[in-house]
């Protein structure tokens, strides 16, 4: 996944974000787009099209990268377990998840050099060799 790292990482390390501006971002998505996801869409069309919905708007369902397709993939699966939050647990906990999940993502982005983090560089050739 490297190359998902280094385009996603450069672009958020260029931002330069402090912790408060990461917070603010991570609750605004998670606030934002679960309501609309969740508390709109979720209702009409179900949580795995509004799970996949959310991840082709996000572009991570690529087609023509599979690096990206494969991470929309993942992010896919996440997505429907956030649906799922939403459904059993309520709204709410729908967004504090989107929040935490935004708040790790942005912070590992933003204050790890990822290419050289043993838990990415081993997941990353794990990856590699079971896909050749």
């Given at each position: 996944?490297?190359?998902?790292l280094?385009?996603?990482?450069?672009?958020?390390?260029s931002?330069?974000?402090s912790?408060?501006?990461?917070v603010?971002l991570?609750?605004?998505?998670g606030?934002g787009?679960?309501?609309?996801?969740?508390?709109?869409?979720?209702d009409y069309?179900?949580?795995?099209?509004?799970?996949?919905?959310?991840?082709?708007?996000?572009?991570?369902?690529?087609p023509?990268?599979?690096?990206?397709?494969?991470y929309?993939?993942?992010m896919?699966?996440?997505?429907?377990?956030v649906?799922?939050i939403?459904?059993?647990?309520g709204?709410t906990?729908?967004?504090v998840?989107?929040m935490?999940?935004?708040?790790?993502?942005?912070?590992?982005?933003?204050?790890?050099?990822?290419l050289?983090?043993?838990?990415?560089?081993?997941q990353?050739?794990?990856f590699s060799e079971?896909n050749q």
């Amino acid at each position: 996944m490297n190359p998902v790292l280094e385009k996603y990482g450069q672009v958020v390390k260029s931002l330069n974000l402090s912790w408060v501006v990461i917070v603010f971002l991570s609750f605004s998505a998670g606030v934002g787009e679960e309501f609309f996801f969740r508390g709109v869409l979720q209702d009409y069309l179900g949580i795995v099209i509004t799970a996949i919905i959310f991840v082709l708007i996000h572009g991570y369902l690529n087609p023509f990268d599979k690096i990206i397709f494969v991470y929309g993939l993942m992010m896919t699966v996440i997505i429907i377990g956030v649906g799922f939050i939403d459904k059993y647990i309520g709204l709410t906990s729908a967004m504090v998840a989107h929040m935490v999940i935004d708040v790790i993502l942005f912070y590992k982005l933003s204050n790890t050099d990822l290419l050289q983090d043993p838990f990415f560089i081993k997941q990353d050739a794990d990856f590699s060799e079971n896909n050749q």
